[in-house]
Each structure stands twice: as structure tokens, then as C-alpha cells.
């Protein structure tokens, strides 16, 4: 069973910078794929980012586009959300979501089987 631990959530103001971080462990399997969802109150989850094992392959909102990057270490062992110029409207509970035996990746929920228990990313003056 594929385990994920989210980090690296808190406050920080407009125009400010976080790193979310997602430790993994248990996988079965070299082909795997990474993703960050989001939901805010009162809105649907929405797919952030996904990274792929195999290629590398990215993908990533139009709402994030050009200021958040993803990322993965070379041992497979995390997965990393830099997020710069930071908006209030990206505040949300951020989730790091995988699914093993995959090639590419997806930015729909239902697409993942493995999730984290979230983490808190507040943008506010």
C-alpha cells in the first residue's frame, strides 16, 4: 500500500513562496504516477500538477501555469510543489495523490487510488 505524507502548508501573504513536499514509501511498482489536487471551501477538487516516472512528463493547471513547478527526487521517495507568486485564490487544502502501474499521468481524481491526508496552504495579507 503506496503511503503518502504531505508538508510544507502554513501562511504567507500575496506575491509569497511555499514548498509543499509529498514523502512516499510502499510503492510496488517503477511505473507510478505523482499529482497535486486542491479544494477550496465551497469548490470541486481541482488537479494541479502531475509528474510521470518513466518520461518525466508534466502537467499542470491553467490556473497555476508559470508559477508553480513540480518535481520528484531521483530515489522516487518525494514529490515537491514549488509555488511561487502565490494569490489569495490559491488558497486551499492541498493533497498529494498516486497511482502505481501507470504510465503518464492525469489531473482527475478519480485517476488516483492513493491519496495524503492534506496540508493547509493559506494566502493572506
Known amino acids: 500500500q503506496v503511503q503518502l505524507v504531505e508538508s510544507g502548508g502554513g501562511l504567507v501573504k500575496p506575491g509569497g513562496s511555499l514548498r509543499l513536499s509529498c514523502a512516499a514509501s510502499g510503492f510496488t511498482s517503477e511505473y507510478y504516477a505523482f499529482a497535486w489536487f486542491r479544494q477550496a471551501p465551497g469548490k470541486e477538487r481541482e488537479g494541479v500538477s502531475c509528474?510521470?516516472?518513466?518520461?518525466?512528463?508534466?502537467s499542470y493547471a491553467d490556473s497555476v501555469a508559470g508559477r508553480f513547478t513540480i518535481s520528484r527526487d531521483h530515489a522516487n521517495t518525494a514529490v515537491y510543489l514549488q509555488m511561487d507568486s502565490l494569490k489569495p485564490e490559491d488558497t486551499a487544502v492541498y493533497y498529494c495523490?498516486?497511482?502505481?502501474?501507470?504510465?503518464?499521468?492525469?489531473?482527475?481524481?478519480?485517476?488516483?487510488?492513493?491519496w495524503g491526508q492534506g496540508t493547509q496552504v493559506t494566502v493572506s495579507s
Open positions: 509528474i510521470s516516472s518513466t518520461d518525466n512528463r508534466l
Open positions: 495523490a498516486a497511482q502505481v502501474y501507470s504510465i503518464g499521468c492525469h489531473l482527475l481524481s478519480d485517476y488516483y487510488s492513493s
